[in-house]
Nanobody
Framework: QVQLVESGGGLVQPGGSLRLSCTAS????????MGWYRQTPGKQRELVAT?????NYADSVKGRFTISRDNAKNTVYLQMNDLKPEDTAVYYC???????????????WGKGTLVTVSS
């Protein structure tokens, strides 16, 4: 079994910063990519940032958010600066990984962490 556990969400004022963390644990052979998505009520889950062979960001967060990984710890981080009310959402960690060498990569999701940007 593989688990993704997020942490670091909370309430922050506009212009503030938060750092999200997500660690993958369990039987993991290799990780192809890790990333962050977010979702608000009534809307589809959207990509925030991913880190694999390349790094990708949603246009709405470019220049404000930074994704990084610690491969030794199977952990991905999302540093969020200059937060805006429209960044309020549940943030989900995602990992595309192999749990054995002879099977293709599988997508895993964390349970999500709530980020609220409000004064």
């Amino acid at each position: 079994q593989v688990q993704l556990v997020e942490s670091g969400g909370g309430l922050v004022q506009p212009g503030g910063s938060l750092r999200l963390s997500c660690t993958a644990s369990g039987h993991i052979f290799s990780i192809n990519a890790m990333g962050w998505y977010r979702q608000t009520p009534g809307k589809q889950r959207e990509l925030v940032a991913t880190s694999g062979g390349s790094t990708n960001y949603a246009d709405s967060v470019k220049g404000r958010f930074t994704i990084s990984r610690d491969n030794a710890k199977n952990t991905v981080y999302l540093q969020m600066n200059d937060l805006k009310p429209e960044d309020t959402a549940v943030y989900y960690c995602n990992a595309l990984l192999r749990y054995t060498y002879n099977l293709g990569p599988v997508n895993y999701w964390g349970k999500g962490t709530l980020v609220t940007v409000s004064s």
